[in-house]
């Protein structure tokens, strides 16, 4: 029997990145493990000496583990990437910064598209939410221009053939609205990309706003405005843990001072 984890799970669950990500580093040749060019498949017992573009890997398996995991309220006009070459500004550069782990984002939202959006430092928790496989329903409000039929429902609630293939809402409930924009709740199970925007548009409707509300049991509170964000507590995150089958870590928060600042910092940041 192969002992040992394989490498891009080990490195996920250190932060480093989601196992996704740390699979395309592997193939581009930029992990090393003891030395040697580390190769997709390989596995590690987590003491070896393991190194990213030249620079040491710090795993801290001696520590017991511990994640964390913050809920932000994006505002439109904001990217999920770190850099763009448009330089149009990330919801990355609004969250706390991280010593010895960095943010994963749990999926993205388009660039016109706001509301709730999950991060984490734990790799292996991001792939699991993201995981078709997972089954994890998204929620979101949204507000459409056209004529919605009960036809048209039915057919989105069945299912409609995109170009990367079959997609459906899993709920359709009217908030509120008069005249040609109306407001609607709607669910599905995946997060491609736009997929709530080429599933109206499949019925000749145009969605002209767009917003996550919920992500599984995470619902987006209230008092959380707009370009904002507050850290999961232990009870909430252990809910997540529990939604995708991992063993639950526990949550370390930044201390009360820490906080303090952290606040303060984002009442100084103008809102959009």
Request: hydrophobic share 35%.
């Amino acid at each position: 029997m192969t002992e040992g984890e394989k490498l891009q799970k080990v490195l996920a669950r250190a932060g480093l990145g989601s196992r996704r990500e740390i699979e395309g580093w592997i193939a581009a040749g930029r992990l090393r493990v003891g030395g040697q060019v580390a190769k997709v498949g390989d596995r590690v017992m987590g003491d070896e000496r393991i190194s990213l573009d030249g620079h040491l890997v710090k795993l801290n398996t001696d520590a017991e583990p511990s994640t964390k995991v913050l809920l932000y309220n994006k505002p439109e006009g904001e990217i999920c990437t770190t850099k763009d070459p448009e330089g149009r500004p990330s919801v990355f550069s609004r969250l706390p910064k991280l010593k010895d782990s960095r943010w994963i984002a749990v999926g993205r939202l388009d660039f016109n598209t706001s509301g709730l959006l999950l991060f984490t430092t734990d790799g292996e928790l991001a792939n699991k939410l993201m995981h078709p496989s997972s089954q994890i329903d998204r929620e979101y409000l949204v507000r459409v221009l056209g004529n919605v039929t009960e036809e048209a429902k039915q057919r989105l609630l069945a299912g409609v053939e995109l170009e990367d293939g079959t997609a459906q809402f899993t709920d359709i409930v009217e908030a509120q609205g008069e005249g040609a924009n109306r407001w609607y709740y709607v669910c599905l199970m995946e997060g491609r990309n736009r997929e709530v925007r080429r599933l109206w548009e499949s019925e000749g409707i145009k969605v002209n706003r767009l917003k996550r509300v919920r992500f599984g049991p995470v619902f987006m509170p209230s008092r959380l405005k707009v370009g904002q964000w507050e850290y999961l507590e232990q009870k909430d995150v252990d809910v997540i843990y529990d939604l995708v089958g991992l063993p639950k870590r526990k949550v370390s928060l930044p201390s009360k001072q820490q906080k303090t600042d952290q606040e303060r910092q984002q009442r100084r940041k103008p809102r959009r």
